[in-house]
């Protein structure tokens, strides 16, 4: 599986973005999905995930103001981003795995998109 990330950029606090995840192969729909963020000197972190059949599960922060989709007949991930804040500022990654749930490590990633949040 290969994955394209796409639609960061620059957005002031308060503001939307909609990132896109474009993936490669044919068991896209069988795969769980999700969106892992990295912002400079911190760790990288899970963002939002979404099972082959739809079921969703986010990170506490961002509860609320993001809703992960999935749409598995254009083999596309998406993520839209309400009420950014600066601290949503990150290089966004997403990512996919055979496996159902989020505790082992993922096995495909694409390329990151930035998100800036000014404030």
């Known amino acids: 599986v290969q994955l394209q990330a796409s639609g960061g950029g620059l957005v002031q606090a308060g503001g939307s973005l909609r990132l896109s995840c474009a993936a490669s192969?044919?068991?896209?729909?069988?795969?769980?999905m999700a969106w892992f963020r990295q912002a400079p000197g911190k760790e990288r972190e899970f963002v939002a995930g979404?099972?082959?059949?739809?079921?969703?599960k986010y990170t506490d922060s961002v509860k609320g103001r993001f809703s992960i989709s999935r749409d598995n007949a254009k083999n596309t991930m998406y993520l839209q981003m309400n009420s950014l804040k600066s601290e949503d500022s990150a290089v966004y990654c997403c990512?996919?795995?055979?496996?159902?749930?989020?505790?082992?490590?993922?096995?495909?990633w694409g390329q990151g998109t930035l998100v800036t949040v000014s404030s």
């Open positions: 990512a996919a795995t055979r496996y159902m749930g989020y505790s082992r490590e993922f096995e495909y």
């Open positions: 979404i099972s082959w059949n739809g079921l969703t």
């Open positions: 192969g044919r068991t896209f729909s069988s795969y769980t």
